[in-house]
């Protein structure tokens, strides 16, 4: 069994400073000096997992190949490093609390008194050490920021681990504010963050500062002073033109070998070449393709965080910078279409749930079907495209999905339970990662070049499997199905230039050294409507 070391990574002054970019850093770091490493992310909100959460509140919803709805820095832990996710990756204080409280209904505590400690903090670290042997190093991320009354017993359990366990250390994030008219940076809210992380008993081994710019020898050596802290252990963490840069800069501070030192870790290798070339490729980018996105939760940028990303790595891939232009799918009602898509390459429809906005998708579709436009709808997308190809082409004008409409006659959608046994799965979504089997002499085959792919999945509606002779009798092609469920998976258009719809979140599985394939083939039919329209 290995000796697993611990980092736990902590934040202080605000929220949204980037615990989750750091901590898939420094992970991305570890294995490029050879260890192996797994990422847990301990939030203190009440919610069991953030699945029945607003994506305008929370931000994106990760799913994880066993079906586990997380948290969306778990989706950055995955794009950094080789890591792969799992139900144990993300513990909420309602799921520890509902364990807790489970466990004292069966008689677990033997008539004890229930407190937060030792019962609460010892799941909290029960939860931390379920995969203690298993890697090298695990990095544990507490959400939250220090002050917040429910991250308390997070930061209790971490400080009793620290005691109890000396292969262990304590990374604090924290801001250091550049003040425009002093025209200077400001260590103060760093000096009380680490001053009330220290009143809880946790003193931090390195502080990861955040600032606009990087900090000079004279921040450092101010926060060290007044952090109890030597200079090395005083990390600039400026803002960067892109995320993926953050492990290389960390590197150049000195992090890596620093964390080693303190974890008494000898590095194994180090082959963090291929992702500097890879960053060099992104500053490098020079032409520019412009990709619309509808969708009905635009306004928050976290809401699509990895669809986000994964154009982002397929624009790399093809030499391309992506340009997202965010469009309110409810706005297109109310607008010309060729005048708001007049210099989009490309239209794509994400996932979402509910029937806001639902007409101007189904508009937004239209429009790149006609006009010959790149299209991709995911999940929600491809129940827009479907209906819209059945009402418009196939021209029964009342297809719908019960999703919008439970009186609809023509249910192009169904409930889940419908068709299957929902028993089965053990709840009423298809979640995780599903195998999707691809007809050959597709496009969608072309682009996998396999019969068999595993995807996704996060939706509760399915393709009414009466309608697939409408659609393939009109000109669509149905291009994936699940085997185990004969259940449509992936449609795409005949006679179109690029058009396809898949039930599944391809974005979840995308990387940036190994980009997904369906992205990377949509970006590169986006360029090529480019330079069609130029021509």
């Not at 101010?222 to 960390?250: C, G, Q």
């Amino acid at each position: 069994m290995l000796k697993t070391k611990y980092i736990f990574i902590t934040g202080g002054v605000l929220s949204a400073l980037g615990k989750g970019v750091a901590a898939a850093s420094i992970g991305n770091i570890l294995e490029s000096y050879g260890f192996t490493i797994s990422i847990l992310k301990l939030d203190p909100y009440l919610n069991v997992d953030p699945g029945t959460m607003s994506p305008f509140q929370h931000g994106e919803v990760f799913v994880t190949d066993d079906g586990a709805e997380t948290d969306l820095d778990l989706g950055h832990y995955e794009r950094f490093t080789t890591a792969k996710m799992s139900q144990e990756n993300n513990w909420t204080a309602g799921k520890i609390y509902n364990d807790v409280i489970q466990k004292e209904r069966r008689g677990d505590y033997l008539g004890k008194t229930v407190q937060v400690i030792p019962h609460v903090t010892d799941e909290i670290k029960s939860a931390i050490k379920v995969m203690h042997g298993k890697y090298d190093v695990i990095l544990v991320e507490i959400g939250g920021t220090v002050g917040d009354i429910e991250s308390l017993p997070f930061l209790e359990a971490i400080r009793q681990i620290g005691l109890e366990d000396n292969d262990s250390i304590y990374v604090h994030l924290t801001l250091v504010p550049f003040i425009k008219t002093a025209g200077e940076l400001k260590t103060k809210p760093t000096q009380h963050s680490v001053k009330a992380l220290r009143e809880i008993g946790i003193q931090p081994d390195i502080l990861l500062c955040r600032a606009e710019i990087p900090l000079n020898d004279d921040i450092k050596k101010k926060i060290a002073l007044f952090t109890n802290l030597k200079f090395d252990d005083v990390v600039s963490a400026p803002d960067v033109k892109t995320i993926y840069e953050i492990p290389l800069i960390f590197k150049k501070e000195g992090l890596g070998s620093n964390i080693l030192k303190k974890l008494n870790l000898q590095k194994k290798k180090d082959d963090s070449e291929i992702w500097a070339k890879w960053v060099n490729r992104v500053k490098n980018l020079k032409e520019e393709i412009v990709i619309s996105i509808v969708g009905k939760y635009i306004q928050l940028n976290d809401s699509y965080k990895s669809l986000y990303e994964a154009l982002f790595h397929a624009g790399v891939k093809n030499n391309l910078r992506v340009k997202l232009d965010l469009v309110e799918s409810e706005d297109l009602l109310k607008c010309d279409l060729s005048e708001r898509f007049k210099l989009s390459h490309a239209i794509l429809i994400p996932g979402g749930f509910g029937i806001r906005g639902i007409e101007g998708m189904i508009k937004a579709v239209e429009y790149s079907r006609i006009n010959r436009i790149p299209f991709l709808g995911i999940c929600l997308g491809m129940q827009v495209a479907s209906i819209e190809f059945i009402r418009n082409v196939a021209e029964i004008k009342d297809a719908d999905s019960v999703e919008f409409n439970k009186y609809a006659h023509n249910k192009v959608f169904l409930k889940l339970k419908e068709l299957i046994n929902i028993e089965e799965l053990g709840h009423n979504m298809r979640l995780g990662e599903y195998k999707c089997a691809l007809e050959k002499g597709t496009l969608c085959y072309s682009i996998y070049k396999t019969e068999k792919i595993f995807e996704r999945h996060r939706h509760r509606f399915e393709f009414n499997p009466k309608f697939e002779t409408v659609l393939e009798d009109n000109g669509m092609i149905i291009s994936g199905k699940n085997p185990e469920r004969n259940l449509v998976e992936m449609i795409e258009l005949k006679d179109h230039p690029w058009f396809i719809g898949c039930q599944f979140h391809p974005e979840f599985k995308s990387r940036p050294i190994n980009p997904h394939p369906l992205f990377v083939s949509f970006v590169k039919s986006a360029k090529k409507f480019k330079d069609r329209i130029k021509s």
